[in-house]
């Protein structure tokens, strides 16, 4: 062995492992600090929501129609009545929307 300077393979292992050793220390570094900062945005987020007014209440459903009168309401069973006649409407399809005008 000899005594003196290092050989060139000692001198990139000893490089390689300072090398991997700042590597993971950087690595653990940024990992811990993206946590922090992860933790204080949700803090932050849960003080918003706490300090927050409550969201004002949905708005009342809109009136209902009101109800056709009979002579309207024959008057477009009967239109249902034409377009079931003509092919337009399947006999299903009738018997929905008539209940569908009915039930108003």
């Given at each position: 062995?000899?005594?003196?300077?290092?050989?060139?393979?000692?001198t990139?292992?000893?490089?390689?492992?300072?090398?991997?050793?700042?590597?993971?220390?950087?690595?653990?570094?940024?990992?811990?600090?993206?946590?922090?900062?992860?933790?204080?945005?949700?803090?932050?987020?849960?003080?918003?929501?706490?300090?927050?007014?409550?969201?004002?209440?949905?708005?009342?459903?809109?009136?209902?129609?009101?109800?056709?009168?009979?002579g309207?309401?024959?008057?477009?069973?009967?239109?249902?009545?034409?377009?079931?006649?003509?092919?337009?409407?399947?006999?299903?399809?009738?018997?929905?929307?008539?209940?569908r005008?009915?039930?108003?």
């Amino acid at each position: 062995m000899r005594v003196g300077r290092p050989s060139l393979l000692q001198t990139a292992a000893r490089t390689a492992v300072v090398a991997g050793s700042a590597t993971a220390v950087t690595g653990r570094t940024a990992r811990r600090q993206a946590e922090r900062v992860q933790q204080a945005g949700e803090s932050a987020a849960s003080e918003q929501q706490q300090m927050a007014p409550p969201p004002p209440p949905p708005p009342p459903p809109p009136a209902s129609a009101p109800t056709p009168a009979v002579g309207n309401l024959i008057e477009q069973v009967r239109e249902l009545s034409q377009l079931r006649d003509s092919g337009a409407l399947t006999e299903e399809e009738f018997e929905t929307q008539k209940a569908r005008l009915l039930n108003q």
